[in-house]
């Protein structure tokens, strides 16, 4: 949030990769609690109803908070705070979990070993350094996001109220979408498993965001172009919901989904204030459009496309230990995980 509401200045605030660090893993920690107990046939289904939910949420945001943080900024961010501590605490409390096999057990390399294994599993295998590379090429798309508000704010001189309801609009129009197609789009991606979609998707976006790049000079253009992204983000949201369990072992998702946030956290550290003076240079910021659009151009290329060769390398990775230190196979069930599905299952079968 720091990123949308404060001036340019803030980029490079001390706080910011400490805030971008613990907010990518604690995400991919709590995305995995989800992910351990909603069936795998029907994640695209679960992700379109609970994209839904995020619209209504961002509507209440646009229209009737995002306006206040011009003069109230402290008390958005307590009361957002505040409010998402809640949720999490009564989803947490609410949510039950299936039971967990023991840690694996490591009988050499003394107290270091399951960090080794940690590394070694994770980053050995260029299969999932390639993933990696994607999730990394994503988030330098975002990067364009901030420039892209401080066009609209600062060049075209929309004020945050203007701002949020040029964005609520465009989230209500989107939120019609999905309650209209959100479930057929779940369950098409069920049908043609996320690997599929995600980079048609990303195709996309950088087609929207190269049009946000000529075509936005006023808020009704705005809105107009808002629609498409998000409608667009819509469809990503539900396949990317499913693509994680798709490409990383579910044994261990936590493991894996944590390497991931950590390895492209890490170099964002890096690399944000390099954009930041960037920018600062060519004094251009309807060019977050542009590079958007690049990035997220490149995020496609990078997207793990399900050819042969590719679920071969990841059935082979699967049936052999990461490292050599002896420890638990990643094809090993987890425990009750089929008695945590055993009503569920049937009825995504009917569904499908």
Same mark, same amino acid.
């Given at each position: 949030m720091t990123g949308i509401i404060s001036p340019p200045d803030d980029l490079a605030h001390p706080t910011s990769p400490i805030s971008g660090l613990f907010n990518a893993v604690v995400m991919a920690i709590f995305s995995y609690l989800y992910w351990d107990v909603v069936p795998e046939p029907m994640l695209g289904r679960f992700q379109s109803l609970s994209k839904n939910v995020t619209l209504l949420a961002g509507l209440v945001w646009s229209f009737f908070i995002f306006g206040l943080a011009e003069h109230?900024?402290?008390?958005?961010?307590?009361?957002? @705070?505040t409010f998402a501590l809640a949720i999490y605490l009564i989803s947490t409390w609410q949510i039950k979990e299936g039971e967990y096999p023991p840690p694996d057990v490591h009988k050499k390399g003394g107290a270091m070993a399951p960090i080794r294994a940690y590394f070694v599993e994770c980053f050995s295998q260029p299969y999932y350094l390639w993933i990696f590379t994607a999730s990394l090429v994503s988030q330098l798309s975002n990067a364009g996001n901030n420039f892209n508000f401080f066009y609209l704010h600062y060049d075209l001189h929309l004020d945050l109220a203007t701002v949020g309801w040029t964005q609520g609009w465009s989230q209500a129009i989107t939120t019609g979408f999905g309650l209209i197609f959100g479930f057929g789009i779940g369950a098409l991606t069920d049908r043609l498993k996320p690997v599929r979609l995600m980079g048609p998707f990303y195709i996309l976006l950088s087609l @929207?965001?190269? !049009?946000?790049?000529f075509f936005v000079t006023d808020k009704w253009s705005c809105?107009? #172009?808002?629609? $498409?992204?998000?409608? $667009?983000?819509? %469809?990503?949201?539900?396949?990317? %919901?499913?693509?994680?369990?798709?490409?990383?072992?579910?044994? /261990?998702? %936590?493991? *894996?989904?944590? @390497?991931?946030?950590? *390895?492209?956290?890490?170099? =964002?550290?890096?690399?944000?204030?390099? $954009? !930041?003076?960037?920018?600062?240079?060519?004094?251009?910021? &309807?060019? %977050?459009? =542009? #590079?958007?659009? $690049?990035? &997220?151009?490149f995020g496609s290329a990078y997207m793990p496309y399900p050819n042969r060769s590719n679920y071969r390398r990841r059935s082979r990775i699967m049936q052999k230990p990461c490292c050599n230190l002896p420890c638990r196979s990643l094809?090993?069930?987890?425990?009750?995980?089929?008695?945590?599905? @055993?009503?569920? =299952?049937?009825?995504? /079968?009917?569904?499908r």
């Amino acid at each position: 949030m720091t990123g949308i509401i404060s001036p340019p200045d803030d980029l490079a605030h001390p706080t910011s990769p400490i805030s971008g660090l613990f907010n990518a893993v604690v995400m991919a920690i709590f995305s995995y609690l989800y992910w351990d107990v909603v069936p795998e046939p029907m994640l695209g289904r679960f992700q379109s109803l609970s994209k839904n939910v995020t619209l209504l949420a961002g509507l209440v945001w646009s229209f009737f908070i995002f306006g206040l943080a011009e003069h109230h900024m402290k008390s958005v961010y307590v009361g957002t @705070a505040t409010f998402a501590l809640a949720i999490y605490l009564i989803s947490t409390w609410q949510i039950k979990e299936g039971e967990y096999p023991p840690p694996d057990v490591h009988k050499k390399g003394g107290a270091m070993a399951p960090i080794r294994a940690y590394f070694v599993e994770c980053f050995s295998q260029p299969y999932y350094l390639w993933i990696f590379t994607a999730s990394l090429v994503s988030q330098l798309s975002n990067a364009g996001n901030n420039f892209n508000f401080f066009y609209l704010h600062y060049d075209l001189h929309l004020d945050l109220a203007t701002v949020g309801w040029t964005q609520g609009w465009s989230q209500a129009i989107t939120t019609g979408f999905g309650l209209i197609f959100g479930f057929g789009i779940g369950a098409l991606t069920d049908r043609l498993k996320p690997v599929r979609l995600m980079g048609p998707f990303y195709i996309l976006l950088s087609l @929207a965001s190269l !049009g946000s790049y000529f075509f936005v000079t006023d808020k009704w253009s705005c809105i107009v #172009w808002a629609c $498409i992204m998000n409608i $667009i983000l819509f %469809g990503l949201g539900v396949a990317g %919901g499913a693509f994680t369990v798709e490409v990383f072992p579910r044994e /261990k998702l %936590g493991q *894996f989904c944590s @390497a991931q946030a950590v *390895f492209y956290q890490f170099l =964002l550290n890096f690399v944000s204030p390099l $954009i !930041g003076m960037f920018f600062d240079y060519v004094h251009n910021n &309807r060019l %977050g459009y =542009l #590079w958007t659009a $690049i990035f &997220r151009f490149f995020g496609s290329a990078y997207m793990p496309y399900p050819n042969r060769s590719n679920y071969r390398r990841r059935s082979r990775i699967m049936q052999k230990p990461c490292c050599n230190l002896p420890c638990r196979s990643l094809k090993q069930p987890m425990v009750q995980q089929s008695q945590l599905f @055993a009503n569920v =299952l049937p009825a995504a /079968k009917r569904i499908r």
